[in-house]
């Protein structure tokens, strides 16, 4: 019985995911995701509260998947290149394969919606900040190399950067992919960041 809730919950959000993609600029109701998963409203609210916990279970699995790979790129790469490179790879990467969670981070698909919503968004992008920061910070102490000014500058600005090619992706309707110009536009940070 719990393991047909548990996957019942998971068509909830997958449904919620692919409607978030296939209509941008629609508002999502409660009754087109029922229809979508096949299941009245009411089966819906007994999986989640409201929609707003819905949204909240595709920030949880966001936000999940996203810090247990930074994690991972921590463990494997002691490098400070390396490590700002493979997170901004991995956000990057992380929302051309989840279109709808895009438009969670963006702000897009959360316009009428509750403000703990959008602060829960900005949350976990000043959590992706910091850890830039604490990577950047740990560059002197391992490998005796400065940075060319503050590390809360450059996290800033990686920060912001992976918001923009976001948001280009949401705004083309996931046409512009936010990792087509990766490569070219990590040589230009490393140039200027840490040569």
Partial sequence: MNTKRGNRKQEILQALANMLETKPGERITTARLAEAVGVTEAALYRHFPSKARMFEGL?????????????????EDKQSLGRCLKICQLVLLFTEKNPGISRLLTGDALMGEQQ????????????IETQFKQVLRERSMREGKELPTNEAV????????????????????FKHLPSKHLAAQWQLIQKSIFA
């Fill in 116 to 127: 703990r919503l959008r602060v829960r968004v900005n949350a976990l992008f000043e959590r």
């Fill in 59 to 75: 920030l949880d699995f966001a936000e999940d998947t996203l810090f247990t790979r930074i994690n991972k790129i921590l463990e």
């Fill in 154 to 173: 450059i996290a800033n600005l990686f920060s912001s950067w992976l918001e923009g090619q976001i948001r280009q992706f949401v705004r083309s309707e």
